[in-house]
């Protein structure tokens, strides 16, 4: 088992399985290994330091508690194959895609990375109704919403699109951009209320900062009415976000010259009041 000592103050949350286990039990099992506390918020949940990994643990093995995560734009799915691996066929993915033809294609791609963990759902993300219980239980969401792909190198571009010149991907661009980061907000509050969501990763392979922290800028107070901060994801990587607001050196950017690919990802991380502890 892979326990780690906590090197920071924000917990990981585990949700536990009453069908397979009683709560006081599952602490009692968790605690031999970790210190475990009973979340403020939602019964079923147990909190426990941050850094543990539960992968291996016997209670994750068997059942006992699980983890569920919400892929909102999910097609062609390649983000939700590796959930699953990272998830290595524990807990469930719910992957959501609006468009027929891409959720033919998501299927085949789940099949193919031989998950079977992940549920798809055909349909509006900005429609799923949060409150739903078949969402109770989501605790990460993954937001890769459709972005304009500035940051896709013109290699792969002239592979995914028919041949236009690079002023029609321009001038389409420049129009498209106001109406993309439109979604990609209202996307973003929707994947940020969700009840019991702690974790919610925002994406793009746009290069532009109408897209990125713009987006990010205008939920911030929002988020932060929720518990929601932003965290840090790769801390070691240099190239942060564009300066525009207090914040923006948590998020990531990669450059499409330097690293390849545009690339960028906001991660909000939901802070919460501990309960009782015990050894
Ligand atoms: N995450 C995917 C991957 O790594 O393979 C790529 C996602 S792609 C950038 C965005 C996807 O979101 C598209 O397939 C698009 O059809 C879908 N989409 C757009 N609007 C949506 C909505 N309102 N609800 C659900 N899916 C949506």
């Not at 939602?42 to 699980?66: A, C, I, K, Q, W």
């Not at 890769?144 to 013109?154: F, V």
């Not at 922290?213 to 911030?220: C, F, G, P, Q």
Request: some cysteine; proline content about 6%; overall charge positive.
């Amino acid at each position: 088992l892979k326990y780690q000592t906590p090197v920071s103050s924000k917990p990981r949350y585990v949700r536990v399985n009453t069908l397979k286990m009683d709560i006081e039990s599952a602490m009692h099992e968790l605690g031999k290994a970790t210190t475990v506390m009973k979340d403020d918020l939602v019964p079923d949940m147990l909190v426990v330091p941050t850094r543990t990994d539960l992968h291996d643990h016997p209670l994750v093995m068997n059942g006992s508690v699980f983890l569920q995560v919400l892929d909102a734009c999910a097609a062609p799915g390649n983000k939700t194959a590796h959930l699953a691996a990272l998830m290595r066929g524990r807990g469930k993915i719910i992957a959501c895609e609006l468009n027929e033809e891409r959720v033919k294609v998501l299927g085949t791609s789940i099949t193919k990375s031989g998950a079977h963990n992940v549920d798809i759902i055909h349909g509006d993300f900005l429609n799923l109704d949060a409150k739903d219980p078949k969402f109770s239980k989501v605790r990460a969401i993954l937001l890769d919403p459709s972005c304009s792909g500035s940051g896709i190198s013109a290699e792969r571009l002239d592979n995914l699109l028919p041949s236009y010149s690079q002023d029609d991907i321009d001038a389409a661009n420049s129009q498209r951009v106001k109406k993309l980061a439109a979604f990609q907000r209202k996307a973003l509050v929707h994947a940020l209320s969700f009840p019991v969501v702690e974790r919610v990763v925002y994406s793009t392979c746009s290069i532009h900062q109408t897209e990125n922290e713009d987006v990010i800028k205008s939920v911030l107070p929002f988020a932060a009415s929720l518990n929601f901060e932003l965290a840090t994801p790769f801390p070691q990587w240099p190239h942060r976000g564009i300066p525009v607001f207090e914040g923006s050196e948590h998020l990531l950017r990669t450059d499409p010259t330097e690293d390849m690919e545009g690339f960028f990802i906001a991660l909000f991380v939901r802070k919460r009041v501990k309960k009782k502890i015990i050894r």
